[in-house]
C-alpha cells in the first residue's frame, strides 16, 4: 500500500486538481464563475516554455530524471502542437491553462506527469507566464512603434522643402517645416520605446521557484531556470515575486501613453484632413463611406485609433484599482490581470498596424497649403526676434510687432507688404535686414537653433532618426 503507483489518486477523486482534502466536487456555477481558460489559453506557449525549462532543473537537481525530463519535454511539445494546430480540448471544469496543460500531460505520462508541479504553485507559475507573456508583446510593441516612426520618417523625408504652418491653441501660430512636424511624432514614439525599453527591464525577472509564497524545501536552481527562459535575474524576496504586478501596470500605463500620442496623432490628422484645412490627403483604402451620404469619405481609422484609446486609459485604473486592496502575496483578484492586460496590448497592436501604412499612404496637398501659407502673420515672431537681435527689449518689440499686425490686419495685406513708411512710423530704426526675417520661408530658415525648424537642423534630425531606425521599412 505504500507504493507511489498506489498513492495515486482514484478516478473520482480526479474531480479536483488539488485532491486530497475535498469530500464535494465544484459547483458548477463556481467553475463558470472561476474559469480563466477561455482567455488564459493565450499563455499556453509561455506555460509550455516554462513547464520545460522547471522539468529540465528538476532534472539537473536530481528531483526527476534525466528520461523523465526528456519525454516530458517531449509530450509537452506534443501538446503545443496541437494546441497550435487547434485539436485541443478545453474545459470549464478544469479552470485555467496550468490545470489544461499539467493534466493532458499526466494523463499521458502517469506518474512522470503527476511530477512537473515539484516545487511550483500556480502562483509563481502564472507570474512566470504572465511575465513570459508580455516580454514578447513589448518587443512586439517596440518592432510596431518602430515601424511606425519609419513612416513618418519617411514622410519627413518625401516633404523635406514644404513648409506648413503650425498651430498652438489650434491658431496660426509659426510657420515650419512639414519634415519638422513629421519628425515631432518619432520623438514621442521614441519616448514610448524607451518606457517599452524601461518596462522590459522589470518584467525580465524570474518569479518561478517562489512557490506559492514561501519558496520551497527542495534543492532547486532558480538560476538555470533563469537561465533557460532568458530572464535578467531572478525574484529575490518569494513573497514579492509570486504576487508582483508593477510591470504589468506599468506596461498597461505604457500602452496608454502610446495611445494617447496616437489619439493626438488621430486628431490632427482628422483635422488637417477635413474640406476646411485641405492639408493632408488620406489613402482612401484607410477611409470608408457612409451609408446614405454619397458624397461622403470619412477619416473611420484615425476616428477609431483615437476612440480605442480610452479604454486603454481605463485599463490602467482597473489594474491599480485591482492591486490596492491586496494584502501580501497571491490573491484570486489577480487572476483579473489577463484579460485588461491582453486588451491594452490588443488595441495598441492592431492600432500601430493601421497607423504605420496610413502614415506611409497620406501626403500633403502642397498647392493649397503654399497658396494660403503667408496669411496669419505666422512670421511675426520672426520679426520680433530681429527687432530683438538688433537691441530692441522683448517686450518693446512684441509690442511694436503688434501695432504692425493690427495695421496690416486693417488693411488686409501681410507684414512684408507694408511699407518702409508704415514701419519707420511704429520703430524709427527700420532698415532692410528687418526685411529679411518676412515671409513664412524666411521666418523658418532663420529658426537655426538647436532643435529648432530651419533646414539644417531638420536635415540633421532626419540624418539622426535615419541612423538610429534604420532602412525604411514596407508597412
Ligand atoms: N488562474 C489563476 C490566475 O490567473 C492561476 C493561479 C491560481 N492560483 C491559485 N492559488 N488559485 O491567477
Not at 297 to 309: A, C, F, M, T, Y
Not at 346 to 366: I, K, M, N, Q, Y
Amino acid at each position: 500500500m505504500s507504493s507511489a503507483e498506489n498513492q495515486s489518486p482514484s478516478p473520482a477523486q480526479h474531480q479536483k486538481a488539488w485532491g486530497g482534502v475535498f469530500r464535494e466536487p465544484t459547483d458548477k456555477r463556481v467553475e463558470l464563475f472561476s474559469e480563466s481558460i477561455s482567455y488564459d489559453r493565450r499563455l499556453a506557449d509561455d506555460d509550455i516554455d516554462g513547464s520545460i525549462a522547471h522539468a529540465r532543473m528538476l532534472a539537473q537537481c536530481g528531483l526527476v530524471s534525466v528520461q523523465e525530463a526528456d519525454t516530458i519535454a517531449q509530450v509537452l511539445e506534443e501538446i503545443r502542437g496541437e494546441i497550435h494546430a487547434g485539436r485541443f480540448e478545453y474545459t470549464v471544469s478544469k479552470e485555467d491553462i496550468h490545470l489544461h496543460i499539467e493534466s493532458a500531460l499526466t494523463a499521458r505520462l502517469g506518474d512522470t506527469g503527476r511530477k512537473i508541479h515539484t516545487a511550483r504553485s500556480r502562483n509563481d507559475q502564472v507570474a512566470t507566464d504572465l511575465r513570459l507573456f508580455c516580454r514578447r508583446a513589448i518587443d512586439r510593441l517596440d518592432q510596431g512603434l518602430a515601424d511606425l516612426q519609419r513612416a513618418f520618417l519617411g514622410f519627413a523625408e518625401r516633404e523635406q522643402d514644404l513648409v506648413i504652418p503650425a498651430y498652438t491653441h489650434l491658431r496660426r501660430a509659426q510657420p515650419v517645416l512639414a519634415a519638422h512636424q513629421l519628425l515631432a511624432w518619432c520623438e514621442k514614439f521614441g519616448r514610448d520605446r524607451d518606457r517599452l525599453a524601461d518596462c522590459r527591464r522589470r518584467t525580465n525577472v524570474l518569479p518561478l521557484g517562489s512557490g506559492a509564497l514561501a519558496g520551497s524545501s527542495l534543492p532547486i536552481d532558480r538560476d538555470r531556470v533563469r537561465e533557460s527562459l532568458g530572464f535578467a535575474s531572478v525574484a529575490a524576496n518569494s513573497l514579492d515575486g509570486a504576487s508582483d504586478r508593477d510591470f504589468a501596470c506599468e506596461l498597461a500605463f505604457v500602452i496608454a501613453l502610446s495611445m494617447v500620442h496616437l489619439s493626438q496623432w488621430a486628431e490632427e490628422w482628422i483635422i488637417y484632413s477635413t474640406q476646411e484645412f485641405g492639408f493632408l490627403k488620406l489613402p482612401e483604402g484607410f477611409c470608408t463611406g457612409s451609408s446614405i451620404m454619397p458624397q461622403k469619405i470619412n477619416p473611420d481609422v484615425l476616428e477609431l485609433v483615437r476612440g480605442k484609446s480610452a479604454r486603454t486609459i481605463g485599463n490602467v485604473q482597473a489594474l491599480l484599482v485591482l492591486l490596492k486592496g491586496l494584502p501580501t502575496a497571491y490573491n484570486r483578484d489577480l487572476q483579473e490581470d489577463k484579460e485588461t492586460l491582453f486588451d491594452s496590448i490588443d488595441t495598441l497592436e492592431a492600432s500601430l498596424g493601421v497607423a504605420a501604412p496610413l502614415v506611409t499612404g497620406t501626403s500633403f496637398d502642397r498647392d493649397r497649403i503654399t497658396a494660403t501659407i503667408e496669411k496669419g502673420h505666422l512670421d511675426a515672431t520672426s520679426l520680433m526676434e530681429a527687432l530683438i537681435a538688433q537691441g530692441v527689449p522683448q517686450r518693446t518689440a512684441h509690442e511694436i510687432v503688434g501695432r504692425l499686425v493690427r495695421l496690416a490686419m486693417s488693411r488686409g495685406v501681410a507684414l512684408a507688404d507694408l511699407s518702409d513708411q508704415e514701419f519707420s512710423g511704429e520703430y524709427t530704426g527700420w532698415n532692410d535686414a528687418l526685411r529679411g526675417a518676412l515671409g513664412a520661408s524666411r521666418a523658418v530658415a532663420r529658426m537655426a537653433s538647436f532643435g529648432s525648424t530651419a533646414p539644417a537642423g531638420v536635415a540633421e534630425q532626419i540624418a539622426g532618426w535615419r541612423q538610429r531606425l534604420g532602412a525604411a521599412a514596407t508597412p
